[in-house]
């Protein structure tokens, strides 16, 4: 599976650390560049990202503060 880096938070391209500019991520696709995560399956169906609340949502803010050139303490 090669994964681009479309979303507005990008968190699979972000944990893979799958380059954000849309050419260097088609190439490291083109090079094959393999990485391991882990997935979760319930019930059967296998899932790559978690849900959550609080926290996780939280971050949303941080990361558009870092992707704008904002403080990154907070």
């Known amino acids: 599976m090669g994964i681009m ?12 650390c799958i380059p954000r500019d849309l050419n260097r ?3 490291a696709i083109a090079a094959g560049h393999v990485l391991a ?3 979760g399956q319930v019930d ?5 990202e978690a849900g959550g609340v609080g926290l996780a949502a939280g971050l949303f803010g941080y990361f558009n503060r870092l992707d704008s050139g904002g ?3 907070g």
């Open 71 to 73: 403080d990154h303490a």
């Open 37 to 39: 995560m882990d997935v």
């Open 25 to 27: 991520a088609a190439a």
């Open 44 to 48: 059967g169906r296998v899932f790559l």
């Open 5 to 16: 880096p479309l979303g507005s938070i990008m968190n699979m391209a972000r944990t893979l």
